[in-house]
């Protein structure tokens, strides 16, 4: 450590704060609309602190101001009206996205009990069973139901949490970035579910069907990407990516 450096971090202001205490209040607004979203903003503030925190010597952590408020006690003051537009944020994600999901798992639910073409009357079995064409129906369906389920379990979950400030670190961030990856595939495993059922049903005799029914099936998948692949790659980004002082 320089001994600039050193100097700041044991260093008091007239209220007797510590660099930490100051890490501990809310960031200016124009500084927090660098990052969109109250989540993200939440998180930020958090890896702010920890960063700061780290070279902090030990003994600062629980030293009181001249106000009796040690730098937990500050920060969690300071950014309360953050955290909670911060949850409303989430939950209000999670349930779109809750929505979804358990929309896709009913589709797929429904495809695998009405296979297309039915079931041979006398062993049951279905009709295309020994078709191509109706193994990547049943792959891509089952992808699309256990991955939409997952989907489900995991943004219920963010819905259900506790929404303590140390969730917004890793915690809830980690479990959107799943919901969302698993919700993005189940789409995609949807899409191709149905793109085999037409290719059953109506593209072995009509070729020219293939073209527009693939044209088509890309349109959900590339808005799904276009929309919500900026929030996922932030998301990635301030979860993952080299902190503060290394960006």
Known sequence: MSPLLHNLVICFDSSSNTI???AG???????????????FQMQQELQWF???????PSTFWKRLNLEMKDPYVVFTEEHEKLKVDGEKWMKDTSSS?????ALIATIAF????TVPGGNNQQSGLPIFSANIGFIIFAISNAASLFTSSTSLLVFLSVLTSRYAEEDFLHTLPRSLILGLLTLFLSITSMIISFSATVYIMYGQKKAWVLLPVATMACLPITSFVLLQFPLLVALIS???GAGIFRN
């Open 25 to 39: 209040k809310l960031a200016p607004q124009n500084k927090l609309n660098l990052v969109s979203g109250p989540a």
């Open 238 to 240: 301030s979860t993952y």
């Open 20 to 22: 930490l205490d100051l």
């Open 110 to 113: 429904a495809a695998a009990i």
């Open 50 to 56: 920890k960063e700061v925190k780290q070279i902090v």
């Open 97 to 101: 996205c809750t929505i979804a999901a």
